[in-house]
T-cell receptor
Framework: GAGVSQTPSNKVTEKGKYVELRCDPISGHTALYWYRQSLGQGPEFLIYFQGTGAADDSGLPNDRFFAVRPEGSVSTLKIQRTERGDSAVYLC????????????FGAGSRLTVL | QKEVEQNSGPLSVPEGAIASLNCTYSDRVSQSFFWYRQYSGKSPELIMSIYSNGDKEDGRFTAQLNKASQYVSLLIRDSQPSDSATYLCAVNGDTGGFKTIFGAGTRLFVKA
């Protein structure tokens, strides 16, 4: 597609529920990133993929968070047993596999855990 | 120590002035450095990238990199009210890799 698409744009859920956030990167971009941003903070790195594999998942806060990219394009971030502290904007970005590594961000998915 | 540090601000400058934004990073092997701009309620967008020591100019923006001091800066000349935003410094944290780490951002206000 023309840009990075994220769905849903807004998700309200209850504590303890399971949530999936989807990211559709720019066509041809092999690198895909997930960040989490809280109000007044910079984007916090969660995970990035090169192709289908997670190249670095060191930012995932705990085992409730998991992300997949089975065909090397669309990615899903999965959060189990949500907690109120998970409330944030989840940003997805993609980048072509080149030396510049400029990220193009989607509009984000705002998650609110009640 | 945070991997990428910025003064959170806010930094307030009058219209037409030069705004100077600074960033330090902790990983000496970092290779690529970026400045992103984020308007309130929007996603970050790239302003400048810099990969070698020295200055890089693009219109009203100049990025400066000093790898020995682990320091990156962004100068905005002839600041405009439309430049009011949060400026995020970002660094590729590992040699040959693509992990990009962001600072907390500096809020800039340009007063008309």
């Amino acid at each position: 597609g023309a840009g990075v698409s994220q769905t849903p744009s807004n998700k309200v859920t209850e504590k303890g529920k399971y949530v999936e956030l989807r990211c559709d990167p720019i066509s041809g971009h092999t690198a895909l990133y997930w960040y989490r941003q809280s109000l007044g903070q910079g984007p916090e790195f969660l995970i990035y993929f090169q192709g289908t594999g997670a190249a670095d998942d060191s930012g995932l806060p705990n085992d409730r968070f998991f992300a997949v990219r089975p065909e090397g394009s669309v990615s899903t971030l999965k959060i189990q047993r949500t907690e109120r502290g998970d409330s944030a904007v989840y940003l997805c970005a993609s980048s072509p596999r080149d030396g510049a590594n400029v990220l193009t961000f989607g509009a984000g998915s705002r998650l609110t855990v009640l | 120590q945070k991997e990428v540090e910025q003064n959170s601000g806010p930094l307030s400058v009058p219209e037409g002035a030069i705004a100077s934004l600074n960033c330090t990073y902790s990983d000496r092997v970092s290779q690529s450095f970026f400045w992103y701009r984020q308007y309130s309620g929007k996603s970050p967008e790239l302003i400048m990238s810099i990969y070698s020591n020295g200055d890089k100019e693009d219109g009203r923006f100049t990025a400066q990199l000093n790898k020995a001091s682990q320091y990156v800066s962004l100068l905005i000349r002839d600041s405009q009210p439309s430049d009011s935003a949060t400026y995020l410094c970002a660094v590729n944290g590992d040699t040959g890799g693509f992990k990009t780490i962001f600072g907390a951002g500096t809020r800039l206000f340009v007063k008309a």
